[in-house]
């Protein structure tokens, strides 16, 4: 086994110095172009019944032949030797033998040297008569003038080929709306001109305190403070959004933020997943991702470093730990599951991952058979899976000094060890699964890109780094298109195609095909920058709309398809957590390292078994780190995070769900995480550390403090007064029994320091009372939502 040791050898992971030893990669994969039946040569002419002296129509003379004679073996219905012939791209592709045709050129077309008997096997149509010279030479004349096909002639396969998905995006011209001076970015004429076309207005501005609110909230994740919010309204120049804008996406919280989705999509965990679900160390992977959206690094190049990184020129570590998103995978280490079936899994998964994250595409599909719908066949399945299949299966997660790198049976990862890929210097051999079991390989395959997609113009590589090449090639009809819908997604609350894993036939269409391919195009022509994207989106009118529903709103656009407002939306689990923390001002700013572990029940990772790892609650600043640096245990997520959404990542996950139910409210009302934040927050009212609130004095003055601390606006009259009489009743039932107010606060501080002498019993009831305050605060629909 190849193991690179740097055990000894500070490296950078981004910005943080980590000894790593990177261990190569496990899983395998299957291979790409079927093997060759029969080579086509070229037969001259003399020997071939001569082309027809005349101009060929197809639709009159050549699609009549097809149908009569081909169709019936190479159709809709059956497909013998992988070969169609009733869609004039799939001709070109041919099956097991290669193109069928090569337009200008009759006598090297393999089809006409099968129909005339010239070429190696049998001749066609093989269980009929064979065709007359003069359909021969129809054939020949339609090939040699060029094999004209006209559109919408063809079975269904040649409108799967004509799907709006395949067809590679241009940049469209700006549409004719009704109110020019409405569009700020060339985003807002799309969205108004759908809103115009079905007689729709879009919504007011959202107040500005609103506004910096909700881009804070999306661009890193984090509310405004009160100073930046303060700043932002007393500036009213000009660019003043503009500026703010790009110091959020200069921010290091950005990468903190934009990473969760990534890793949802990747099924990043801190576990192997299945019934041991042992730990392992892939948080420098994750450091990985952080630190490259932070530093701006296009996608084109962070889709590469990730799926080829170890296979670059002269790849730096920093490139392999990138290959950790292959890694990242569940892996069943169960006793009893046989080293190919394990193998096989993880090259599966792989390829399913590839497609959906990059192509919003369903290939598992073609695993077993060929798509129903797309035009993906079995055969394109395996072509991709042999990309994967030339990884060292000694280098795997269940042998090799790499597991002793494991802490065991308790938490914490002992050393700092981390998988890759490496790639084997000679091929493995890959072959086809029948029915898409592994124990009944089929034909033999190499690698290569589905046939129905496009075809890169410069040669690359037959390894994954020619794949992440194709994959960002800006001829590409999907990837750029797929990556820029799940950042609207994102922001909006739902993807310009809705369906964001499946763009095929029976995913939704988009709602404004015309703005996905000025994003995708923008994506490209701007070096495939998401920072730039980012901001193109946010500072659009159509973002800056107030969500404020009418009930005309809701008759006309309901789901919002029309953006005829602002998405109002509940915040991702993780920054469910982040923003009470840093409303709390305890928020650790500490970014990357490993995986922390938040208070949570206890005993729930416990297990009959030996193999259960011990869980011990951090302390200090890493109990309260950022979500996206909880402990990602796949069987066992941390409670808080599962009951807000956040997926398990066993599997590719590329939009969460949203619920609505009364045990995410307990959960707010009772996690020590969401107390302790609602302590700091008390603190912060009380007076009774250094960072007071903002000097205000008056009962009212500290409840308007809180309350934009949490909201970003001022309370109403009526909401400041039902907060003042909570906060009385609650002072007046401590002021009569002290020892209350003490238990309140020992049972929810955690660690955080109480602040007050414990003889102070005026200071000891206030605080009590301003932590139900907070906690009511930090319970609001406004304060979890972004509006």
Wanted: hydrophobic residues 40%; negative net charge.
């Amino acid at each position: 086994m190849k193991v690179l040791s740097m055990a000894h050898t500070p490296i950078r992971v981004g910005s943080r110095p980590y000894p790593l030893r990177l261990i190569g990669l496990t899983c395998v994969a299957f291979s790409g172009l079927l093997s060759v039946a029969s080579e086509p040569a070229t037969t001259p002419n003399s020997a071939l019944p001569p082309a027809v002296d005349r101009p060929v129509d197809f639709v009159r003379d050549v699609e009549p032949l097809l149908k009569a004679h081909c169709h019936h073996c190479h159709g809709d219905d059956e497909q013998q030797a992988r070969l169609r012939l009733d869609a004039r791209a799939i001709i070109l592709t041919g099956g097991i033998s290669g193109p069928s045709i090569v337009p200008g050129n009759s006598a090297e077309s393999l089809l006409v040297q099968r129909i005339a008997g010239h070429a190696v096997g049998p001749q066609m149509p093989s269980d009929a008569d064979p065709l007359d010279a003069e359909s021969i030479g129809i054939f020949r004349a339609w090939i040699d003038q060029g094999a004209t096909w006209p559109d919408g002639v063809g079975s269904a396969a040649t409108d799967v080929l004509r799907h709006w998905a395949y067809i590679r995006p241009g940049r469209p011209p700006l549409p004719d709306v009704a109110d020019v001076g409405w569009c700020r970015t060339p985003i807002d004429f799309f969205v108004l001109a759908a809103l115009d076309r079905r007689g729709l207005k879009p919504s007011a501005a959202a107040d500005r305190a609103t506004w910096l609110r909700r881009v804070s909230l999306d661009l890193i994740g984090l509310p405004p403070s009160l100073d930046e919010l303060d700043a932002f309204l007393s500036d009213a120049s000009s660019t003043a959004e503009q500026q703010a804008v790009d110091r959020l996406l200069a921010s290091p919280h950005f990468g903190e933020h934009w990473a969760r989705p990534w890793l949802d999509a990747a099924r990043y965990g801190d576990s192997t997943g299945y019934h041991d679900d042992e730990l392992r160390p892939s948080w420098p992977w994750r450091d990985w991702v952080i630190h490259a959206l932070n530093d701006g690094m296009p996608f084109d190049q962070f889709t590469i470093e990730q799926l080829a990184g170890d296979l670059l020129p002269e790849a730096t570590l920093e490139q392999r730990v990138a290959t950790g998103f292959h890694r990242a995978a569940a892996c069943n280490l169960e006793g009893g599951v046989p080293t190919e079936s394990r193998r096989t899994a993880q090259l599966i998964d792989r390829v399913n991952v590839t497609a959906t994250v990059w192509l919003g595409s369903t290939l598992e599909c073609a695993q077993c058979h060929n798509h129903k719908y797309d035009p993906f066949t079995q055969r394109d399945y395996y072509r991709l899976l042999a990309y994967f299949n030339n990884t060292p299966d000694e280098s795997g997660p269940t042998v090799g000094p790499g597991r002793a790198s494991m802490a065991g049976p308790t938490v914490g990862i002992a050393g700092t060890t981390t998988f890759v890929m490496q790639e084997m210097e000679k091929p493995r051999q890959t072959r086809i699964f029948l029915r898409g079991s592994y124990e009944t390989p089929g034909e033999t395959v190499s690698s290569g890109v589905p046939a129905s997609l496009h075809v890169s113009a410069v040669a690359e590589p037959a390894n994954r780094l020619g794949l992440a090449r194709w994959l960002v090639d800006p001829t590409h009809p999907l990837t750029a298109r797929v990556t820029v819908n799940r950042w609207w997604s994102e922001i909006f609350g739902a993807g310009i195609v809705r369906t964001a894993e499946d763009f095929g036939l029976q995913g939704e269409r988009p709602t404004h095909p015309e703005l996905l391919d000025w994003l995708a195009v923008e994506l490209i022509q701007s070096g495939w920058s998401m920072k730039h994207v980012l901001r193109v989106i946010v500072l659009s009118a159509a973002y800056s709309q107030s969500s404020n529903l009418s009930p005309e709103m809701l008759a006309a656009d309901p789901d919002n398809r029309w953006l005829s407002r602002s998405a109002r939306l509940r915040l991702p689990a993780e920054t469910v957590r982040d923003n009470a923390l840093s409303i709390a001002g305890i928020l650790s700013p500490a970014i990357g390292g490993p995986s922390v572990y938040p208070p949570q029940p206890p005993d729930l990772w416990w297990i009959r078994d030996d193999k259960s790892p011990v869980y011990l609650s951090s302390g200090g600043e890493d109990r309260h780190r950022r979500g996206l640096y909880t402990v990602w245990r796949r069987t066992n997520l941390h409670p808080s995070l599962a009951l807000l959404d956040a997926p398990n990542r066993i599997t590719c996950t590329v939009i969460r769900s949203r619920t609505n139910t009364p045990l995410q409210a307990l959960a707010l009302l009772n996690d020590p995480t969401y107390t302790e934040a609602a302590f700091g927050l008390a603190r912060i009212l009380s007076g009774t550390i250094a960072v007071s609130a903002g000097g205000s004095q008056t009962l009212e003055e500290r409840i308007n403090y809180g309350f934009r601390m949490a909201t970003a606006r001022h309370p109403t009259q009526a909401e400041t007064d039902r907060l003042a009489e909570l906060f009385l009743g609650r002072l007046q039932r401590f002021q009569a029994d002290p020892d209350s107010a003490y238990r309140l606060i020992d049972s929810v501080r955690g660690d955080l320091a109480a602040g007050i002498p414990a003889t102070h019993l005026q200071a000891a009831a206030e605080l009590a009372a301003w932590f139900h305050v907070a906690t009511v605060l930090l319970n609001l629909d406004e304060t979890i939502t972004k509006g």
